[in-house]
């Protein structure tokens, strides 16, 4: 009796697999339309970021050029290697890699997919991340002049620091002592000391892109040393760092997005405008102009890098001399260094090697 | 088992038919009966259905994605299409990586419970086990691939053990409560994580200062491929591994002395201990075992497909508590420990990385996840919970007669 039923349930969930089965048979993936998918590192894209705004320049490509978008999120990083596989197995034509996290798996990927292209933000595939890979001509560099917005920030730094007057001192907290970080700095020294050249740039790392007190302890070392405006290039640490300078009511300057709003008394931010880059890279690939093995750059004059809002309490003179000089980054007629090793080095226009302080 | 059976026996012959359901409930769930997991994750899926719906989304075309996304599409394939290259069964091979994992961290849950013990602290053993397994298969570069892989999985699970071991001897010392111990051990095996794989940390490797992480594993200790591409994270041996784990711990529960003891503590500490057994050193054998498991997995997925550690991934790690989930619903026995492995392999890879993003918002879907998990343990405690307040009616009941009578 037990085991007729058995049996005949059996019965039926074979017919039920193979009735199923008539309806899933045709897996085929069409690839008439052109699709660009995006792959987060495990920042996720909800991180009011570097992962959401690279989101915003894959939907602005739906958009604007009518492709189909796919983006899938990293929790984990085990999940880069199936993530970028999957969107090539789902059709897409463009896949790209949000951030250096990324790069170890997507060498792997891309020499196992040579007919699909690849980007990755905010790294060059000449660099050191890319030095094990077997081929990279596949895979396309955004590679961001960090060291022109430092250099914007670090003007109005210089200019805030002398209308104050009285000891003349600004401070930048790095994360880690990398070039990615250090062109921000060399770039934010540089510029302070045109607004004013007899400012002092303290330099310090809270070995952290994370913890919040790492960075706070770095800030509050230099306002003690009567630093009167804090630059952050340490991510989510940074944080810290604004936290610190609204503590001791002096300047901060956000880094990477806008984080005018993340604290009090935010100067303004020194932006990589990483939408405009993943927007360029699907613009490219859809016209056929994607070119494998090289790095795009991205800078004031693509409109690639930038400020962010900038405090109302910043006089209107300032900001003008700070356009002026805009003007100048975008003409070449001022050249701002880069750091020692910078991705920068014989991709931007006259790039050279500068000190952080 | 005695006491097992009391609810039952408890039911007064007058009760009224509708209780039928409640006690019957709890006969099917202490007696380890399929009705309640089964009708537990059901709800769970149709509670996540209901959330889905609010967002806006077809829960079908959702759950559909996700049944696709885990790869379960794949028997469809006549004949079975074996190829990676295919997405289907690249999904499928993906959640079969998933489900040896939480094969052995729910393992690691399910043991101690049958002691009568709640082991929190699987994401830390699992953790102790990665970060062994790490340093094995980076270091001895010379050896064949066979004794590496065994020595960093013996080493991994050795190290789990004795991290887990720890708890067990704490409890079975202080009787300090070993919830409290494993979650503080977690953070340390974190911390400690974050530190050796961290800037200038002792196991951090040297060609990516950027991003601290571990270094790789070399390729003689590479667990080998068996099913989809080497390169691209195929399938290996080490799911053999775990579910010759579930074989394991169902012999040892059911087939030797530990297990008969281990049982017997479980169900009655004073009991077992007037029986005559060293139920301390039970406590401290029980946690050791569990760790074991959670290190295994550690070392599996290190030696299997990681290959490498991040500081950041230290942190954003999680499987291991999802052994709670896996071993409560599959009721702390081997085989269903093995099936809530699988389905929660699919639910979570199915959410995640094999969800076609344009059916399901996979930042939404992977938080799915999450919630039937929490849903899951939720319902398993609740029905505890149901049994409770029911029982405790029947109690209050003669006394409000009582009390209605004097009024």
């Known amino acids: ?357 | 088992m005695s006491e097992q059976a009391t609810p039952s026996a408890n039911v007064p012959p007058e009760q009224e038919p509708s209780t039928d359901f409640v006690v019957r409930l709890g006969v099917a769930q202490r007696a380890g009966g399929l009705v309640v997991p089964v009708l537990t994750a059901v709800l769970a899926f149709l509670a996540g259905g209901i959330v889905v719906a609010a967002t806006g989304h077809n829960p079908l075309t959702a759950y559909r994605g996700i049944w696709d996304g885990a790869g379960f599409n794949w028997i469809f394939h006549i004949p079975w299409n074996t190829n990676t290259v295919n997405l289907d069964a690249f999904n499928l091979s993906q959640t079969l990586l998933t489900t040896t994992t939480l094969i052995l961290v729910g393992l690691a849950v399910a043991f101690p419970f049958r002691c009568g013990l709640f082991n929190i602290g699987g994401q830390g053993q699992y953790l102790v086990g990665l970060i062994v397994a790490n340093w094995v298969g980076v270091s001895f570069a010379s050896w064949p691939t066979l004794p590496h892989v065994l020595l960093g999985i013996g080493a991994a699970a050795f190290a789990g053990a004795a991290w887990a071991g720890i708890a067990g001897f704490l409890k079975a010392t202080t009787g300090a409560h070993e919830v409290i111990s494993t979650i503080m051990l977690n953070w340390i095996a974190i911390w400690g994580g974050q530190y050796l794989f961290g800037q200038g940390g002792p196991l951090q490797n040297t060609y990516n200062t950027a991003a601290p992480e571990s270094g790789t594993v070399v390729q003689s200790a590479h667990i080998p491929v068996f099913w989809g591409n080497p390169v691209l994270q195929g399938l290996d041996y080490g799911i053999f591994v775990a579910i010759a784990a579930l074989v394991v711990f169902w012999l040892i529960l059911n087939r030797t002395t530990l297990g008969y003891e281990v049982r017997a503590v479980g169900f009655n500490p004073e009991a077992a201990a007037y029986g005559g057994i060293n139920v301390r050193r039970k406590y401290i054998q029980a946690m050791a075992i569990s760790g074991a498991f959670a290190g295994l997995a550690g070392a599996l997925d290190m030696l299997g497909y990681l290959f490498q550690f991040g500081v950041l991934d230290v942190q954003a790690s999680q499987i291991g508590f999802l052994g709670i989930a896996v071993a409560l619903l599959g009721r702390n026995t081997a085989v269903g420990t093995g099936i809530a492995a699988f389905l929660f392999g699919g639910l979570l890879y199915g959410t995640t990385r094999g969800l076609n993003p344009s059916v399901f918002d996979p930042s939404l879907a992977g938080n799915l996840t999450s919630m039937i998990q929490g849903l899951i343990v939720l319902f398993v405690g609740a029905d505890v919970f149901v049994l409770y307040i029911w029982n405790s009616r029947r109690k209050l009941r003669p006394r409000r007669r009582a009390e209605a009578a004097a009024a």
């Open chain 1, 1 to 357: 009796m037990k085991k007729s039923l058995l049996v005949a349930a059996a019965v039926a969930l074979l017919a039920g697999l193979v009735l199923a089965g008539s309806g899933t048979a045709a897996p085929a993936k069409a690839h008439a339309t052109f699709t660009a998918a995006l792959v987060s590192d495990i920042g996720k894209f909800n991180d009011k970021g570097f992962n959401e705004g690279q989101l915003a320049g894959l939907k602005r490509a739906g958009k604007q050029l009518g492709i189909k978008t796919l983006e899938i999120q990293s929790n984990s990083s085990s999940d880069y290697l199936p993530n970028l596989t999957t969107m090539v197995r789902e059709g897409a034509n463009i896949v790209s890699a949000a951030g250096y996290l990324l790069a170890p798996t997507l060498s792997t990927v891309a020499s196992q997919f040579p007919n699909v292209d690849f980007t990755i933000t905010d790294d060059s595939v000449k660099g050191a991340d890319f030095a094990k890979a077997k081929s990279v001509k596949n895979i396309e560099g955004l590679v961001y002049a960090s060291n022109q917005s430092g250099c914007l920030v670090g003007y109005l730094a210089g200019e805030m620091a002398k209308a104050k007057g009285g000891k003349q001192v600004i401070g930048a907290v790095g994360g880690i002592e990398i070039p990615a970080v250090d062109d921000y700095i060399v770039g934010y020294n540089y510029c302070a000391k045109l607004a004013d050249p007899g400012v002092k740039v303290l330099v310090g790392y809270s070995q952290d892109f994370v913890a919040q007190d790492k960075c706070k302890t770095v800030a509050q070392d230099q306002i003690g040393q009567g630093s009167q405006v804090e630059f952050q290039v340490a991510g989510g640490c940074g944080i810290g760092a604004l936290n610190a300078a609204a503590g001791a009511g002096i300047w901060g300057i956000g880094v990477d997005v806008d984080q005018y709003s993340l604290a009090k008394n935010v100067l303004t931010s020194a932006l990589k405008r990483i939408d405009v880059g993943i927007f360029t890279a699907d613009k490219q690939a859809k016209s056929g102009q994607f070119k494998g093995g090289s790095d795009l750059l991205f800078d004031m004059k693509n409109n690639g890098v930038g400020v962010g809002k900038i405090s109302p309490k910043v006089p209107k003179g300032f900001i003008t001399k700070m356009n002026q000089l805009k003007a100048k980054l975008i003409s070449g007629k001022v050249k701002v260094p880069v750091a020692k090793g910078s991705d920068l080095l014989g991709l931007l226009p006259g790039a050279h090697v500068g000190p952080t302080h």
